[in-house]
T-cell receptor
Framework: AQSVTQPDIHITVSEGASLELRCNYS??????LFWYVQSPGQGLQLLLK??????LVQGIKGFEAEFKRSQSSFNLRKPSVHWSDAAEYFC????????????FGGGTRVLVKP | DAGVTQSPTHLIKTRGQQVTLRCSPK?????VSWYQQALGQGPQFIFQ???????QRGNFPDRFSGHQFPNYSSELNVNALLLGDSALYLC???????????FGPGTRLLVL
């Protein structure tokens, strides 16, 4: 069965500092990988996705993520965080076959200090 | 272009009651999936609808049912509500065979 682990429940980072959020997955085959962001009381916004090809993918809001097959990881990074990046971030995996069932990690809450 | 919309935004029910949540997919999308997000947790897949049929189902009891209409909009019904059904219910739409889902703002359900 597929699963997603986000080891860090909370991360506090100073504004302007770099941010890295970890994501490890367990899946029977190479999955599609996603990062979503959720602001308080809001739905999920897609930050970026990986399907195939270049293992470093760029997303919106200055985020990027790197797929490492050998480590079953898909970590999210941002070089310099802004106060507006305070939110909860979810990593998700989905099947390459038809169908859109996503399996989500438990999320990482990011707090940005001024 | 309107994104995924959901109604109502908030809902309060009591145990044993029934509830219906509604979702309109993003223009051009033909699949609708429903997710339950309990407080402090990641979303969990309930089921997906395509061509007015349930195509996939997660580990949820039969109290959770749904429907998709010819215009691709969808309803989620929950019968015999339990306190544990309190959660944010998210609707996501996409294209059949596509890879990406787009989420609505959710309906927050509180069961008292």
């Amino acid at each position: 069965a597929q699963s997603v682990t986000q080891p860090d429940i909370h991360i506090t980072v100073s504004e302007g500092a770099s941010l890295e959020l970890r994501c490890n997955y367990s899946y029977g085959a190479t999955p599609y990988l996603f990062w979503y962001v959720q602001s308080p009381g809001q739905g999920l916004q897609l930050l970026l996705k990986y399907f195939s090809g270049d293992t470093l993918v760029q997303g919106i809001k200055g985020f990027e993520a790197e797929f490492k097959r050998s480590q079953s990881s898909f970590n999210l990074r941002k070089p310099s965080v802004h106060w507006s990046d305070a939110a909860e971030y979810f990593c998700a995996v989905g099947p390459k076959a038809a169908g859109n069932k996503l399996t989500f990690g438990g999320g990482t809450r990011v707090l940005v200090k001024p | 272009d309107a994104g995924v919309t959901q109604s109502p935004t908030h809902l309060i029910k009591t145990r044993g009651q029934q509830v219906t949540l509604r979702c309109s997919p993003k223009s051009g999308h033909d699949t609708v999936s429903w997710y339950q997000q309990a407080l402090g947790q990641g979303p969990q897949f309930i089921f997906q609808y395509y061509e007015e049929e349930e195509r996939q189902r997660g580990n949820f009891p039969d109290r959770f049912s749904g429907h998709q209409f010819p215009n691709y909009s969808s309803e989620l019904n929950v019968n015999a509500l339990l306190l544990g059904d309190s959660a944010l219910y998210l609707c996501a739409s996409g294209l059949a065979g596509g890879e990406t889902q787009y989420f609505g703002p959710g309906t927050r359900l509180l069961v008292l």
